[in-house]
């Protein structure tokens, strides 16, 4: 295991079975006493409806004096059965803090408005409240919502903090505005010395690769049926697009305050990977399939890890089964096989996700 994320999962389960507690934010701005909130249920009176789908937390929708809430209550048990999975209740009580302080600097403040505010948070009680927001997730894209998006990363990006998991679930859209709520799989790292806050062991996770692999691709495979291969990739232009803008900003952020060579290097190339493909549609096209390869490869396994399996998982896996069959070569070529996929064979690639298949049938979320 990477040295740095081994040092992060002791961490937290340190933490985890101390007794010292986290708190962000004043009592008082709880609508009732802290216990009473840790102790609200599915029957109270002041719940509106319930969200269980969440694999850590179930959230309550609130409506106290007139005034709705977000109640984020730790499970009993997590669904995801590793130590990240585990340690995420712990790891967003650590982000919310870290993020409401910038939320309150008027210097900070705008770069941060995407990201909901904590109005009071409680290791050990076990909940965080925020305002409720009025919003459906995410289910459509634009060049804006992209923008707002990748900006918002950059922005946690300069205040040293990674995003892992930009899936569907995680980003409220409001007709207007994308707002980001859930922060169990966001951790600290250095932007100037290392690619992500795995250090410089896996430099094919960024920000872009995160949203393309936890949500976009996903997105896109749940509409094949109903949108054409043109409407699929001018979604994925105006996302390179705004990713090529914000990442061009990021370049100068680094070299301004002296980011490492390697990180200077990395980032240049990401960049002149999209500018070569968004001048050439063949090649936009080509990137498209092997980062589409890469992003389902990537989010299967994420799955399987952490045996918190859904139907999008299956359907992920048939499609890099037929991926595997029918452009193996084009995925080879362009660099898609990454890891230990680099070193298997076609037949042996197949092999591989037909196994899988069998595990994330085991592995459903009931």
């Known amino acids: 295991m990477n040295a740095l994320v081994e040092q992060r999962q002791q961490a937290q389960l340190h933490f985890q079975q101390g007794e010292q507690n986290i708190i962000v934010g004043d009592a008082a701005a709880c609508p009732l006493p802290p216990e009473q909130l840790a102790a609200l249920d599915a029957d109270s009176p002041y719940v509106v409806e319930v969200f269980e789908g969440g694999l850590t937390a179930v959230v309550y929708h609130l409506c106290i004096n007139g005034r709705h809430y977000n109640l984020k209550k730790r499970r009993a048990q997590a669904l995801v059965h590793n130590v990240d999975g585990e340690t995420s209740f712990l790891n967003e009580v650590q982000r919310r803090r870290d993020i409401q302080a910038l939320k309150d600097k008027p210097s900070t403040a705008k770069a941060y408005q995407h990201i909901v505010t904590t109005l009071y948070a409680n290791y050990r009680l076990g909940f965080m409240l925020s305002p409720w927001i009025e919003g459906k997730p995410l289910c459509s894209f634009s060049r804006e919502i992209f923008r707002q998006i990748f900006d918002t990363q950059f922005a946690l990006e300069q205040a040293g903090l990674m995003e892992w998991d ?201």
């Not at 109903?226 to 061009?248: S, W």
């Not at 305050?257 to 090649?283: F, H, K, M, V």
């Open 166 to 366: 930009l899936s569907p679930g995680n980003i409220i859209y409001d007709g207007r505005k994308i707002h980001l709520f859930d922060f169990g799989y966001m951790y600290p790292y250095d932007p100037l010395e290392h690619f992500n806050s795995d250090g410089l062991a896996a430099p094919d996770f960024h920000a872009v690769e995160r949203l393309e692999t936890r949500n976009v691709f996903g997105y896109l495979l749940r509409y094949q049926d109903v949108m054409t291969a043109a409407d699929q990739l001018a979604i994925y232009r105006e996302l390179k697009e705004a990713a090529l803008d914000v990442y061009t900003q990021k370049l100068i952020w680094l070299k301004q305050n002296y980011a490492q060579p390697a990180i200077i290097q990395w980032q240049t190339e990401i960049i002149e990977r999209w500018e070569y493909a968004l001048d050439n549609e063949r090649s936009l096209k080509n990137l498209f399939i092997a980062e589409s390869f890469r992003s389902h490869c990537l989010d299967i396994a994420d799955d399987i890890s952490g045996k918190s399996c859904t139907p999008m998982t299956l359907k992920r896996i048939d499609k890099v089964i037929t991926m595997a069959a029918t452009v193996y070569l084009q995925l080879q070529n362009n660099g898609a096989l990454l890891f230990d996929n680099a070193e298997l064979e076609q037949v042996d690639l197949i092999k591989k996700y037909q196994d899988y298949r069998q595990l994330a049938a085991q592995y459903q979320q009931k």
